[in-house]
C-alpha cells in the first residue's frame, strides 16, 4: 500500500533540500507532482515536430520533394546537429536562468519553423527547416535539470527516467500520428502535395505552443519559488533560517575537497534531527548545533545549482567524470536518435511489400518501448545505489553493462544480413531495451555528477548523445551499396561498425573511477540528522 499511496499523496520532503522522497505521478495538483508532469510532457511534445518528418520521408516527402537516399540522409544529419547545439548552450542557460524558462523559451523557439514548414518545396528547404526545427530536441536538457533540482537523489533516478523516457516515447507516437492525420487529410480529398503541410500546421505547432504557455503559468521554478530562491535549501524553523541557508550561495567556480568527511563525526544527545516532512510542512525538524553541521552543510551546497562562469563552465566540460556520462550517451542515445530516424526505410527495404505505414508503425514500437525501459533503467539504477550504502559507482557499473549488452545486439544486427523481418524486429526490440534502460541510468548517475553545475553536465551529456548521433548517421550515410540497380543504405555494414564503437567506449567506463567522497559525505550528513534509516526505506 505505501508504493500506491506514493502516487497520489503528497511527498515526504528531505529537509536537507527541500526535494521529495517520492514521485506522486497521480496527483498532478501537487507542486512536485505537476513539475514532473509539466517536465516530461514539454519534452514529449517537442518530438511531434522534432520526428514528425521521419514517418513520412520513406515515401510521401522522398516524392513530392524529388529527394535522393542522400539528401534524406543529409536532412537527418542536419536535424541532429542543430540539437547538439543548442544542448552545449542550453545547459549554461539553465543554471543561469533556470530550468522552466528554458523548456519554454526552447519550444517557442522551436514552433516558429514547425509552423514554416508547409513552406518547404526542394530538399535545400527541407534541410534548412529540419535544421531549425531541431532546437526542440534541446528540451531535452532543461526537462532533466528541471526534475533533478525537485527529487531528492534516492529518487532521482526513476525521477528522471520516467520524464526521459515518457518524453522519448513522444518519438514513437509521432510515428503513429503524422501518417494518421495525413492519411485522414487524403481521405478527406487533400492531395499528398497539401495534405503532409497542413499536418504540421495542425498537429505539432498548436500542441507545442500551448504547452509551453503552460509550463510558464503553472510551473515552478524551484521547491522553494523563483529560481533567486534556490539557496534557501531547508526552510525556516521557528522563524529563523538554519545555517545551511547561509553557505551555500559560494562563488560558482569554487571548489571543495570533500576527502575529510570520510571519518565519521560523533553524535550525542545534543545531535539535532531532522525527520521526513509532507510539503509546506516543516514541524519538527531541529536544527542540529553549528558544530555537528559540516556535512549537511556540505551536502547541501554541493547540491544547490551556482551562476555558471565561463571558467567553471570549461572545467566541469573537461573533467573526466562528466566525459564519463558524455561518452556513454553518446553510444546510447546516439545510437538510438541514428536507428529512429531509420528505422522505417531499414524495414521497408527488409520487407518491400510492405506499405509506409506498415514500416512507420513497427519502427514506432522502437521507440514506445521507451515507456517502461528507460524507467527501468533509472529506477534499477535508484535500488543499486540504495542497497550499496550510497555509492554511486553502481550506477556506473550498471550503465556501462547495459551498454555492452547494447553493442551485442547492434552487432548481430550487423552481422546477420539473412535476418527474416521478424527476426530484425526482435533484435531491435532487444537492443532497445539494454540501450534505452542505459540511457535512464546514465540521467540517474549525472546527478552525481558536479550536481552544482547540473545543467552545464545534464548539457554537454545530452549534446555528446547528439554528436553521437551526428557520427553514426553519418556511418549510415557512407556505407552504400547497390539493391536491383539502384543505391541503397548499407544498414548492416553501418550497424556492425557502430557495435564495435559502443563496445569499446562502454568497456573503457568500467574503468573511470569515482570519487566517493560523495558517498561517505551523504552517510554522515544522513546518520548526524538521524535520517539515514529514512533514506534507505524510499
Not at 525537485?150 to 509521432?174: E, F, I, M, Q
Amino acid at each position: 500500500m505505501g508504493f500506491i499511496s506514493n502516487l497520489y499523496k503528497a511527498p515526504e520532503v528531505n529537509p536537507l533540500n527541500n526535494k521529495a522522497l517520492s514521485i506522486p505521478i497521480l496527483n498532478p495538483v501537487n507542486k512536485y507532482g505537476r513539475t514532473f508532469h509539466l517536465a516530461w510532457f514539454g519534452f514529449f511534445v517537442a518530438f511531434l515536430s522534432w520526428f514528425a518528418f521521419a514517418p513520412l520521408l520513406t515515401v510521401t516527402l522522398k516524392t513530392d520533394l524529388n529527394l535522393t537516399q542522400a539528401e534524406i540522409q543529409n536532412s537527418n544529419i542536419l536535424g541532429l546537429t542543430s540539437t547538439l547545439v543548442v544542448r552545449v548552450f542550453i545547459g549554461p542557460i539553465c543554471d543561469r536562468f533556470g530550468p522552466r524558462k528554458a523548456l519554454a523559451g526552447c519550444l517557442l523557439a522551436g514552433a516558429i519553423p514547425t509552423a514554416m514548414a508547409g513552406l518547404v518545396t526542394n530538399a535545400q528547404g527541407l534541410i534548412a527547416i529540419r535544421f531549425f526545427i531541431g532546437i526542440l530536441g534541446g528540451s531535452f536538457v532543461p526537462c532533466q535539470v528541471w526534475v533533478t533540482g525537485w527529487y531528492d537523489k534516492s529518487v532521482v533516478g526513476r525521477a528522471n527516467a520516467l520524464a526521459g523516457g515518457w518524453g522519448n516515447s513522444g518519438g514513437g507516437v509521432t510515428y503513429f500520428v503524422m501518417p494518421a492525420v495525413f492519411e485522414a487529410l487524403v481521405r478527406d480529398g487533400y492531395t499528398a502535395h497539401k495534405a503532409w503541410r497542413i499536418a504540421f500546421a495542425v498537429c505539432p505547432f498548436v500542441i507545442i505552443v500551448a504547452t509551453a504557455i503552460m509550463i510558464i503559468t503553472l510551473g515552478q521554478d524551484t521547491p522553494t519559488g523563483k529560481w533567486s530562491e534556490r539557496f534557501n535549501t531547508v526552510a525556516p524553523v521557528d522563524g529563523h533560517k538554519p545555517n545551511v541557508g547561509t553557505v551555500v550561495d559560494v562563488p560558482s567556480d569554487a571548489s571543495y575537497d570533500m576527502t575529510h568527511f570520510g571519518a565519521s563525526s560523533s553524535t550525542g544527545a545534543n545531535s539535532g534531527t531532522a525527520t521526513p516532512t509532507k510539503e509546506g510542512k516543516h514541524a519538527g525538524i531541529v536544527t542540529p548545533p553549528k558544530a555537528e553541521l559540516a556535512p549537511t552543510e556540505e551536502l547541501a551546497r554541493e547540491e544547490v545549482i551556482v551562476k555558471p562562469t565561463l571558467s567553471s563552465t570549461l572545467r566541469t566540460i573537461a573533467s573526466m567524470h562528466t566525459m564519463l556520462t558524455a561518452l556513454c550517451y553518446f553510444t546510447t542515445f546516439g545510437a538510438e536518435t541514428t536507428i529512429e530516424g531509420n528505422l522505417g526505410s531499414f524495414y521497408k527495404a527488409a520487407a518491400p511489400s510492405w506499405s509506409q505505414s506498415m514500416a512507420g508503425n513497427w519502427a514506432a514500437m522502437f521507440m514506445l518501448l521507451n515507456i517502461v525501459t528507460r524507467p527501468c533503467g533509472g529506477y534499477i539504477a535508484d535500488v543499486l545505489y540504495r542497497v550499496s550504502r550510497h555509492d554511486p559507482a553502481v550506477k556506473k557499473y550498471f550503465m556501462a553493462t547495459l551498454g555492452l549488452l547494447e553493442g551485442a545486439f547492434l552487432l548481430w544486427i550487423g552481422l546477420q544480413r539473412s535476418m527474416s523481418i521478424s527476426t530484425l524486429i526482435g533484435a531491435h526490440a532487444a537492443a532497445a531495451v539494454f540501450l534505452e534502460a542505459a540511457n535512464g541510468a546514465n540521467y540517474a548517475l549525472v546527478p552525481h555528477i558536479h550536481p552544482s553545475h547540473n545543467g552545464v553536465v545534464s548539457g554537454i551529456t545530452g549534446a555528446m548523445g547528439n554528436f553521437g548521433g551526428v557520427m553514426f548517421s553519418l556511418i549510415l550515410r557512407y556505407r552504400t551499396h547497390v539493391v536491383n540497380g539502384a543505391v541503397a543504405t548499407d544498414y548492416h555494414t553501418g550497424y556492425w561498425i557502430i557495435a564495435i564503437l559502443v563496445l569499446i567506449i562502454n568497456a573503457c567506463a568500467f574503468f573511470v573511477p569515482l570519487n566517493s567522497g560523495e558517498r561517505r559525505l551523504e552517510e554522515e550528513a544522513y546518520k548526524q540528522n538521524g535520517y539515514h534509516d529514512q533514506i534507505s526505506k524510499v
